[in-house]
């Protein structure tokens, strides 16, 4: 069964680059089964799209932030990455990773959330 | 981008009582919509995929029906394990989009 966990700093300063990376256990991150997504939470509000990558490489990103995003996989360390630089308080979430079910255009699973802090 | 909108953003309910929510899209999206179920401090859970169609473990009191723009998430019979929040999500088209949610309260 698929798991996946993110992992990374908790606590980014203002301007920098918020680094992310999600471990996925129970499956093989290079098979063409699978694509994979990022979502974000500010505390106590709603859910927000950040991005996804399909297994061709091709990535689609929310427009709002895209002039600041990475994601990436790394086949051969069985995970894939979000990093977003430039970061303000804003950005301040906690961030979930997820498998994205490309025929259903739906997050499943997911893993358990970060807390990203920004602040000097 | 397709907008999200759900109403309404909270209701408060009793064990048993017949819950919906709506969710409705800027554009017509067909039948690309997620529900999720979200408990307090854990990720979301995908309850319902392509508008109506329940997913592997999901009880059945949860449906869902619609289809282009006006959708809606039904709670036939309200369990104490169902006060959530709950969110619809576009799947059409990029960028993905995630209504405000409802949440479920006790009444």
């Known amino acids: 069964q698929l798991q996946l966990q993110e992992s990374g700093p908790g606590l980014v300063k203002p301007s920098e680059t918020l680094s992310l990376t999600c471990i996925v256990s129970?499956?093989?991150?290079?098979?063409?089964?699978?694509?994979w997504g990022w979502i974000r939470q500010p505390p106590g509000k709603g859910l927000e799209w950040i991005g996804v990558?399909?297994?061709?490489?091709?990535?689609y990103y929310n427009p709002s932030l895209k002039s600041r995003l990475t994601i990436s996989v790394d086949t051969s360390k069985s995970h894939f990455s979000l990093k977003l630089s430039s970061v303000t308080a804003a950005d301040m979430a906690v961030y979930y990773c997820?498998?994205?079910?490309?025929?259903?255009?739906?997050?499943?699973?997911w893993g358990q959330g970060t807390l990203v802090t920004v602040s000097s | 981008d397709i907008q999200m909108t759900q109403s309404p953003s909270s209701v408060s309910a009793s064990v048993g009582d017949r819950v919906t929510i709506t969710c409705r899209a800027s554009q017509g999206i067909g039948s690309y919509l997620v529900w999720y179920q979200q408990k307090s401090g854990k990720a979301p859970k995908v309850l319902i995929s392509?508008?109506?169609v329940l997913q592997s473990g999901v009880p059945s009191r949860f449906s869902g029906s619609g289809s282009g723009t006006d959708f809606t998430l039904t709670i036939s019979s309200l369990q104490p394990e169902d006060f959530a929040t709950y969110y619809c999500?576009?799947?059409?088209?990029?960028?993905?989009?995630f209504g405000g949610g409802t949440k479920v309260e006790i009444k």
């Open positions: 997820a498998e994205y079910r490309r025929s259903l255009g739906s997050f499943d699973p």
């Open positions: 999500q576009q799947a059409q088209s990029f960028p993905l989009t």
């Open positions: 129970g499956a093989s991150i290079s098979s063409s089964s699978y694509d």
């Open positions: 392509v508008a109506s």
């Open positions: 990558i399909l297994y061709s490489g091709t990535t």
